[in-house]
C-alpha cells in the first residue's frame, strides 16, 4: 500500500514515550508485534519515512515485505 493510499489519522510511523525507536502503527498495534497505543496521536502518523535510522529495524523489514508483495 503506498503512503497516497494510507490515511495518516489511522496508521504510520510514531514514537511513543518510553521506546527507543519509532514504530510503525496499523489498528493500534506496531507491525513488529511489539508495542501497542491506546490511542491514535492526535497530530497523525508520520508518513514516507520509511527509510529513517530511527526506525524500528523489524517494522522496516515488515514494510519492506508488504511493499514486495504488493508490486
Given at each position: 500500500?503506498?503512503?497516497?493510499?494510507?490515511?495518516?489519522?489511522?496508521?504510520?510511523?510514531?514514537?511513543?514515550h518510553?521506546?527507543?525507536?519509532?514504530?510503525?502503527?496499523?489498528?493500534?498495534?506496531?507491525?513488529?508485534?511489539?508495542?501497542?497505543?491506546?490511542?491514535?496521536?492526535?497530530?497523525?502518523?508520520?508518513?514516507?519515512?520509511?527509510?529513517?535510522?530511527?526506525?524500528?529495524?523489524?517494522?522496516?523489514r515488515?514494510?519492506?515485505?508488504?511493499?514486495?508483495?504488493a508490486?
Amino acid at each position: 500500500m503506498s503512503a497516497e493510499q494510507v490515511d495518516k489519522n489511522v496508521e504510520g510511523w510514531t514514537w511513543t514515550h518510553g521506546a527507543r525507536k519509532w514504530h510503525y502503527y496499523r489498528e493500534w498495534r506496531a507491525i513488529c508485534g511489539g508495542m501497542l497505543l491506546f490511542k491514535h496521536p492526535a497530530e497523525g502518523y508520520e508518513l514516507n519515512n520509511d527509510n529513517s535510522a530511527d526506525n524500528c529495524a523489524a517494522c522496516k523489514r515488515k514494510k519492506a515485505q508488504e511493499a514486495s508483495n504488493a508490486g
